[in-house]
């Protein structure tokens, strides 16, 4: 029997920090979101050995231990491991299991389309297939969540793991008590198609350690940064107004938007944009592109840009010629999917 998962990653388009603890409980947080062709894979072959093996193929990594109820948390494929340790603990009375589970990612850790928490999310759903959990979707990115955030301690908000779980364009809510609303967009196919062709991303050639920057962010709301605060309700702003303008169809507004957005974006915290990303996007605005952000946290990764008309084959010469990788986006409208085969 194996056991398959795959969730998509996702690219931001409006509000993204404002679902980063504590501003979502102490302002409400509002995140557009949607996810892409890209995505985390999660492969499960039970075994009866009584050994637990770990692979994570695309990066060149393969663990093995004895089955126990609890794997060590060492830096060692932590995220695979936070997963196993919770379904055990949480599913199947702190009695271990035995199996093999190999992972695979489209995109490098620190892209900025939620690489990691959507991982979590794909080995939260293998294991569900699996066992037959009773986990509904905002029970799965719920559960993805707490893995990521309380038990591996690593910093971030809540959009990557819902991004994955439902799919498609979201527009998401986030308040205090953990309270996540999201609201699945119906947007025409032919304004989804423009936005196909119009959207194209760029890949730096550098990660970044997200969890740095958020926790600037965090440390500066908490000692109540006033300008970080502000930038965020103008961030939270723009989702609403993006929400507005794709379900109306008003796509000439979006680059302008996505501007608005990247101005306020590099007021969290400091590293969120550094003079190469700088350099590049006033190129490609030079070129026609009418605006543009880095995904995640920023600091290095993915940059998407909007390039209306025609512009975007200009646009594209010119991000080749920094000597990253230029990428054309599909939208991709399920999230989190597995399947057995026997």
Not at 62 to 75: H, M, N
Request: proline content about 4%; some cysteine; overall charge neutral.
């Amino acid at each position: 029997m194996i056991i398959r998962s795959k969730a998509p990653l996702r690219i931001g388009l409006a509000g993204g920090g404002t679902d980063v603890s504590p501003y979502s409980e102490d302002f409400g947080g509002m995140i557009l979101n949607c996810t892409i062709e890209k995505y985390a894979y999660a492969t499960i072959i039970p075994r009866t050995d009584g050994k637990i093996v770990l692979h994570a193929m695309d990066r060149g990594e393969k663990f093995e231990y004895e089955s126990v109820a609890r794997l060590p948390i060492d830096g060692d494929l932590d995220l695979l491991k936070g997963v196993y340790n919770r379904i055990v603990k949480d599913f199947n009375h702190n009695a271990p299991l035995s199996f093999e589970i190999n992972t695979y990612v489209d995109a490098p850790p620190g892209s900025g389309l939620g690489s990691s928490s959507t991982l979590v999310v794909a080995i939260v759903g293998a294991f569900t297939e699996w066992r037959g959990l009773p986990l509904g979707e905002y029970d799965i990115a719920h559960l993805a969540h707490d893995i990521e955030r309380i038990d591996l301690g690593m910093a971030g908000g809540k959009q990557d793991q819902y991004a994955a779980t439902f799919g498609g364009f979201n527009f998401m809510e986030f308040y205090k008590d953990d309270k996540v609303i999201v609201n699945p967009l119906r947007i025409r196919s032919r304004y989804l198609l423009e936005l196909e062709f119009n959207i194209i991303t760029y890949y730096t050639g550098t990660s970044r350690l997200s969890s740095k920057i958020i926790e600037a962010q965090q440390a500066s709301v908490n000692s109540g940064g006033g300008k970080s605060v502000d930038a965020m309700h103008e961030l939270k702003k723009q989702a609403f107004s993006m929400k507005e303008v794709l379900l109306r169809g008003e796509l000439d507004r979006i680059g302008d938007l996505l501007d608005y957005g990247w101005k306020f974006k590099k007021e969290l915290a400091a590293g969120v944009s550094n003079p190469v990303i700088d350099e590049l996007y006033t190129e490609a605005r030079k070129m026609g592109a009418t605006g543009g952000k880095l995904s995640g946290a920023g600091g290095g990764g993915f940059m998407t840009f909007y390039c209306p008309g025609n512009t975007r084959y200009a646009v594209i010469n010119k991000l080749k010629s920094f000597g990253g990788d230029v990428h054309d986006v599909k939208f991709s409208p399920l999230g989190v999917t597995s399947w057995t085969i026997k």
